[in-house]
């Protein structure tokens, strides 16, 4: 029997099984506490956009950096296995204005708040609430939702992936990735050299105060939102939302899924801030490449500069990379290939994007995680553009 069928045999039954269980709960009053899972929103000063997702509670044990691998393959077991309670109703609230929406068969709900009058820059907390179902004699679970709008002073904004870009998860081959993911946490699992200070450093823009937003779109499931909210805390890694996948066996057997994922999140992003220009970062594992290269192809007047992370060896790769990489930059926009943090900290120097005294953050930030995954290990490749 060949593992890939198989796989994608068992993943569809489960669905299908999950599927028929929603409906058969969806009005049935549940008899366990629910809670609402809010995710990082963003708008604009007049309109904020924010999600979440309502899942029947389960009380997940914080991580240690200590932890055996087997508390940690509960825990990601434990995630990835979440009861999500379908056509949920939930109410928003912000300065007296409320919004109700309803929730998808997965549980996931978005929705907009437009405010009576323009909003100040910064973290704006909204207050949630479900509606329906209610578990008899449970108080109504609620929740906060944080929203950012970025500052008049943001001069650009990042969009990056996650896997292989900002942290070690050889998504190019899934069964070591699952591997990863399943024996580490929050705590165990570590940035690329110098990432950390990178994006501090993109985030503060040449400035050092500019704000500029930072958007994590990525194909990881939003089981792992908790998890990855926390890597990017530990790490010190500017706040910003992230826009993920549900999980799914399209995840594991269906690249283009990834490819139309990202680029519709990208196109919301551009399309909530038509003012404002872009870093795109990703890496060479996948197909970011590709992708980035579409958005410029799309929006050339959009994306400062794209930074393509060198993980695959492969001298095809790189041919394929420089061949996007050519097409790119006569839209008069760099697509570097770039062997570590401090080659796109270097390049953004120079372009007056970050500061010049950030350099030497990202350089000890570097020597600092030199014995992360050995990711440093490949040869040193220049870039295929500049």
């Known amino acids: ?18 599927d028929w269980r929603r ?49 940690n393959l509960v825990a990601v077991y434990r995630r990835m296995a979440s009861d999500e309670v379908a056509h949920a109703r939930v109410r928003a609230a912000l300065e007296g204005l409320t919004v109700e929406t309803r929730a998808d068969a997965e549980g996931h709900f978005q929705l907009a708040i437009e405010p009576g009058g323009p909003l100040e820059a910064g973290w704006h907390a909204i207050a949630l609430e479900l509606l329906a179902p209610l578990a008899p004699g449970a108080a109504p679970a609620t929740a906060c939702a944080r929203v950012l709008v970025p500052p008049a002073s943001a001069r650009f904004g990042v969009i990056s992936d996650l896997d292989d870009t900002v942290l070690w998860s050889d998504a190019r081959n899934r069964l070591r990735m699952l591997a990863l993911l399943l024996r580490s946490n929050a705590y165990t699992r570590k940035p690329f050299e110098g990432v950390s200070a990178l994006y501090r450093a993109l985030h503060r823009g040449a400035a050092g105060a500019e704000g500029n937003p930072v958007f994590y779109v990525s194909s990881s499931p939003w089981n792992l939102y908790t998890p990855l909210t926390d890597f990017l805390r530990l790490q010190g890694l500017p706040e910003g939302p992230l ?37 795109l970062i990703g890496d060479s594992g996948e197909h970011d490449p590709e992708i980035y290269a579409e958005v410029v192809r799309a929006h050339p007047e959009r994306v400062l500069a794209v930074y393509i992370r060198s993980v695959d060896p492969d001298p ?9 990489a050519e097409g790119v930059r006569r839209a008069r926009v760099p697509m570097l290939l770039v062997p570590d943090s401090l080659a796109v900290a270097r390049h953004a120097a ?24 050995p990711v440093s290990a490949q040869p040193d490749i220049p870039s295929v553009a500049t």
């Not at 029997?1 to 999950?18: C, Q």
């Not at 120079?350 to 995954?373: T, Y």
């Open 1 to 18: 029997m060949k593992l890939r069928p198989a796989i994608g045999r068992w993943v569809a039954r489960a669905d299908r099984l999950n």
């Open 316 to 324: 095809a790769r790189h041919a394929t990379v420089a061949q996007l």
């Open 350 to 373: 120079d372009a007056g994007w970050i500061a010049a005294q950030a350099l030497e953050s990202v350089r000890a930030d570097q020597r600092e995680e030199e014995a992360a995954p």
């Open 23 to 71: 409906t058969r709960l969806h009005h049935v009053r549940p008899r366990h506490p629910l809670e609402i899972v809010p995710y990082l929103g963003f708008g604009t000063s007049r309109r904020l956009q924010l999600g979440g997702r309502v899942l029947r509670l389960v009380e997940h044990r914080a991580p240690q950096a200590d932890d055996p691998a087997w508390r």
């Open 243 to 279: 826009m993920l996948k549900d999980f799914g066996d399209h995840m594991l057997f269906e690249p283009l899924d990834h490819a139309q994922h990202k680029l519709r999140c990208i196109e919301q992003i551009f399309g909530t801030y038509p003012g404002l220009r872009f870093v």
